[in-house]
C-alpha cells in the first residue's frame, strides 16, 4: 500500500504563505488523483484540494479558492499544496490523501472522506493574527 508523508507545515502570520509537500512510497503514485484535507480542532475532516493523476485538473473547496494551489511532480512521487493569503480559519492539521481506485480529481473531491484509503500522518498549519 501507498504511504505518504506530509512536510512542510508551521506557523505564518495571517496574509502569509506555505507550501505543503507529500511523498508517496509507491511508483503507481503516478497513476492516481491526489488530494488535501485539513481537520480544525473539534471539527471534521474536510477537503481542500485534489489534482487528477495527470495533473491537468484540478478541484478545490470554495474556502480555499484563489489562495490555495495544488500541484504534483510525478517523477518525484510529490504532491504540494501552494498556501497563499493565509487566513485565521485556515489553521488545521492538513493531510494528504488518495485512493488507489480514482484518478480524478472531481471524484476524490467528492468521496467521503472516510472511504479513502490511503493517508498520511497529517502536518500541522498554524496562522498567528
Known amino acids: 500500500q501507498t504511504q505518504l508523508v506530509e512536510s512542510g507545515g508551521g506557523l505564518v502570520q495571517v496574509g502569509g504563505s506555505l507550501r505543503l509537500s507529500c511523498a508517496a512510497s509507491?511508483?503507481?503514485?503516478?497513476?492516481?488523483?491526489m488530494g488535501w484535507f485539513r481537520q480544525a480542532p473539534g471539527k471534521e475532516r474536510e477537503f481542500v484540494a485534489a489534482i487528477s493523476w495527470s495533473g491537468d485538473k484540478t478541484r478545490y473547496a470554495d474556502s480555499v479558492k484563489g489562495r490555495f494551489t495544488i500541484s504534483r511532480d510525478n517523477a518525484k512521487n510529490t504532491v504540494y499544496l501552494h498556501m497563499n493569503s493565509l487566513k485565521t480559519e485556515d489553521p488545521a492539521v492538513y493531510y494528504c490523501?488518495?485512493?488507489?481506485?480514482?484518478?480524478?480529481?472531481?471524484?476524490?473531491?467528492?468521496?467521503?472522506?472516510?472511504?479513502?484509503?490511503?493517508w498520511g500522518q497529517g502536518t500541522q498549519v498554524t496562522v498567528s493574527p
Open positions: 509507491e511508483r503507481t503514485f503516478s497513476d492516481i488523483a
Open positions: 490523501a488518495a485512493d488507489a481506485w480514482i484518478a480524478t480529481a472531481r471524484t476524490l473531491g467528492e468521496m467521503p472522506v472516510n472511504e479513502l484509503d490511503c
